[in-house]
């Protein structure tokens, strides 16, 4: 099959580094995969027999004369008369170009039987695309308008007549949820789990991590920014200890709220025991030698990083959340889910590290990349039905 993947950026979030394993999944498949970043050049990079193209669409657009006065018509007209419409204007001449971009890579290359679009940035430049083997896949549902005319408006312009795949049952039904007071109505909607690459994962994990952390420690790894709740993580992790837990806390990532969340386990005595690691290219080994993993989010479209550090045999505790959290947390993992408190998410941790939990393999299987291949290639069936299928 030839399969087009297109986002906004390729760099180190959640979407791109889904995207790469995806990406690089169907490649292994025996698929013929075209990566089209729509903004700057990626910062990480697929297999190489994944084909990646660098298309500013936007910015080639606006080399035109006309390009350029429907650019600044729009920017300095339409968008201040309609609020947070930009996109809508701007998709207008991203789409056209994205089509036109299509048209050349199968001319070159031989039809496309499927294309994907990851994440709201992506969306907003190409709302306009109707080709029916497109599907939008929505990691969270972000980017609200405001229930009005205007509102329902815009999310038209996102999402109705739209195939959708969703990363899991709980942003579909938020997605759904939404759409219904918006007034908006989907063509089509499929929940595909992103997929983890755990035999790399667990060749990742083998490495001697650097800096050693003495052992036993607990492991959390995000972005430092206000959703992810590392504030609450740490008054959860101060209350373990005053309780008699002797775990050191490892803190993997960066971010906005580092500065606070340092001065945070300073104000609560934890300077000593909490290691903030910053980013790590590779944060498998602390996550295979921690006791447990921790993940105190406001919100998780799926929670990736839970199912990796099950694949690492290493036991989850989460907050619950919306999103995919307890879809990835099941049987005696449910167990671990805690109220968003931190005197809840701290008896969570307790319990965890004094009884652990057997990891099972089916808990794992479920998101490995053959079977994520699979499901994604079905779109084309399902593609191709809804094609055929006569109009009303």
């Given amino acids: 099959m030839r399969i087009l993947i297109t986002l906004r950026r390729l760099g180190t979030g959640g979407i791109e580094q889904a995207t790469l394993t995806l990406a690089n999944a169907m490649a292994a498949a025996g698929h013929e995969v075209h990566l089209l970043v729509l903004k700057g050049q990626p910062t990480h990079h697929p297999h190489p027999d994944v084909i990646v193209h660098c298309r500013d669409l936007d910015r080639e657009q606006r080399g035109s004369i006309t390009g350029m006065a429907w650019h600044l018509l729009s920017r300095l007209v339409l968008a201040p008369l309609l609020p947070r419409s930009g996109f809508v204007w701007q998709g207008w001449r991203c789409s056209r170009a994205f089509d036109a971009f299509v048209a050349d890579t199968e001319h070159q290359y031989g039809a496309l039987d499927l294309i994907l679009i990851r994440g709201q940035g992506a969306f907003e430049m190409l709302w306009r695309v109707r080709d029916p083997r497109a599907w939008q896949v929505v990691e969270a549902v972000t980017g609200r308008f405001s229930r009005n005319v205007l509102g329902r408006w815009l999310t038209r312009r996102l999402y109705q007549d739209k195939r959708v795949v969703c990363v899991s049952e709980g942003v579909r039904e938020s997605l759904h949820a939404y759409l219904a007071e918006q007034r908006v109505t989907l063509d089509a909607t499929q929940v595909i789990y992103n997929a983890v690459p ?25 972005r430092l920014v206000p959703v992810k709740q590392q504030s609450l993580l740490l008054e959860a992790f101060a209350l373990a200890r005053r309780q008699g837990m002797r775990h050191r806390l490892v803190i993997i990532g960066d971010g906005s709220e580092r500065p606070k969340l340092e001065a945070l386990a300073r ?16 944060p498998y080994p602390w996550v295979a030698r921690a006791d447990t993993f921790v993940l105190s989010s406001r919100f998780e479209g799926l929670g990736i990083v839970l199912i990796e550090a099950l694949a690492l045999g290493t036991p989850c505790v989460a907050t619950q959340a919306p999103g995919g959290v307890a879809e990835v947390l099941i049987d005696e993992q449910r167990e671990l889910m805690t109220e968003p408190t931190a005197a809840a998410l701290a008896e969570g941790i307790l319990k965890a590290v004094r009884s652990p939990i057997t990891i099972r393999p089916a808990w794992v299987e479920r998101f490995a990349e053959p079977r994520i291949v699979d499901e994604f290639l079905d779109l084309i069936d399902n593609s191709s039905e809804s094609a055929d299928a006569p109009s009303s």
């Fill in 198 to 222: 755990i035999a790399e994962l667990r060749r990742k994990a083998q490495e001697t991590p650097s800096p050693a952390i003495p052992e036993p420690f607990l492991v959390h790894v995000a």
């Fill in 267 to 282: 104000q609560l005595g934890l300077e000593e025991v909490v290691h903030f690691l910053g980013q790590q290219a590779n």
